[in-house]
């Protein structure tokens, strides 16, 4: 037989106790002793077996045992954890994979408190909320495009309507015809599907100015120049104290004014004025006329495209109805506004307001 164990207890401490354990054998408790403090000693060797559940075998049956029953514990706790945490995960991904592009008004389950999961959910329905409303907005963009295209077709289709009627009466019956006449009243129609053409053209181009478009220059001078060169039916009074200055697209206020001028002088019975002023942060230029002014009801609806208020100027004549859409237009492109209220003559009162070149604040507000 192999010796049992090699223990040799030192000098100082006589007595040494172990254990080991060899195949076929089993375990072996042992004691050495030592006889003498002597180098040379004896050593007596003590041993008997391990016994019961001291045995090895059965220890490490009982740990393995041990250790898987404490493993299946472990994998249950976790498993009935995580299936808890992440119930209200599974009733948001429920509830997110129902809703669709047709509805978003549909929200998810806000746990309480204020864990990740909550706090996920309050993301997610605040995403929701964000994407419902932008499709809301571009319903109603795509809604406003397709009642635009259906105006502008139809303002085009009248004088293009017109023009048809006649050359085809001519065609039909030359002998009848006098060619000059219907040379003439073909182009008034081609005139006004060209100012038809012209203003949506422009009323689409509003907004794509850049900042090397815009410069900054005296509203007082601009509005003299601009009254100078017209040759109206009525006198246009200007009243103005010093230098407003705004930075503009220059051709683009032009064009505003001159749309508000021209529907002045069309609507007054004796004077238009135009005066420029500041307000605060503001540039104000107004145009009064004393006719019979714009009714408050209209004084929102004056402003959208192909708006004609007066029943008498019928779609073949008259204006396009696009100047006031035209010229809010730049104003909001300038980060301006332009309001209709009532002249001190009792006519109407279009009223501009910009923000004044070095004052804060970029956008005009109304006032
Ligand atoms: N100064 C005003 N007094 C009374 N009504 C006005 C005045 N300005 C505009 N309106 C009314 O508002 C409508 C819309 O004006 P807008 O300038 O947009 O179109 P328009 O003058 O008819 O056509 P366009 O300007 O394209 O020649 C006019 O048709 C008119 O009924
Ligand atoms: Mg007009």
């Not at 010796?3 to 354990?21: H, K, N, R």
């Not at 697209?249 to 500041?278: C, G, M």
Request: proline share 6%; hydrophobic share 40%.
């Amino acid at each position: 037989m192999p010796p049992l164990t090699s223990a040799w207890p030192a000098p100082g401490d006589p007595e040494e106790d172990v254990q080991t354990c060899l195949p076929h054998l089993g375990c072996v408790r042992l004691a050495a002793l030592r006889i003498k403090a002597a180098a040379n000693s004896p050593v007596v060797y003590a041993g008997r077996l391990a016994a019961g559940v001291t045995s090895t075998g059965i220890f490490a049956r009982l740990f393995g045992l041990q250790d898987g029953l404490l493993v299946l514990l472990a994998a249950l706790a976790t498993w009935k954890i995580t299936g808890r945490t992440l119930k209200p995960v599974n009733a948001i991904r429920d509830d997110l994979a129902v809703i669709n592009g047709d509805d978003l008004s549909s929200r998810v389950p806000e746990p309480q408190g204020g864990d990740e999961v909550a706090r996920l959910a309050r993301t997610v329905n605040a995403t929701l909320g964000r994407i419902e409303e932008a499709k809301l907005n571009r319903d109603a963009v795509l809604a406003q495009q397709r009642q635009f295209v259906s105006d502008a077709s139809h303002e085009l289709r009248t004088p293009l309507a017109g023009l048809r009627a006649e050359l085809e009466m001519g065609q039909l019956h030359p002998e009848d015809t006098d060619l000059n006449e219907l040379l003439a009243s073909a182009l008034v129609d081609v005139d006004r599907l060209e100012a038809i053409i012209t203003d949506l053209l422009l009323l689409a181009r509003v907004g794509t100015a850049g900042p090397a478009d815009r410069t900054s220059l005296n509203l007082t001078e601009l509005v003299q120049e601009e009254v100078s060169q017209r040759c109206d039916r009525l006198p246009i009074r200007v009243g103005m104290a010093m230098p407003v200055r705004v930075t503009c697209v220059r051709v683009q206020i032009a064009r505003l004014l001159k749309n508000l001028l021209d529907n002045a002088q069309r609507h007054s019975r004796s004077l238009v004025e135009v005066s420029v002023r500041t307000d605060g942060p503001f540039a104000e230029l107004t145009v009064d006329d004393d006719g019979c002014g714009i009714p408050v009801p209209d004084r929102e609806r004056v402003f959208e495209r192909f708006t004609r208020l007066d029943t008498a100027r019928s779609r073949g004549h008259g204006g396009t109805g696009l100047g006031l859409a035209i010229a809010r237009e730049i104003a909001h492109a300038h980060g301006g506004t332009l309001e209709a209220g009532e002249s001190p003559s009792g006519g109407a009162r279009l009223l501009l307001r910009l923000t004044l070149d070095g004052s804060p604040g970029a956008t005009a507000t109304p006032g």
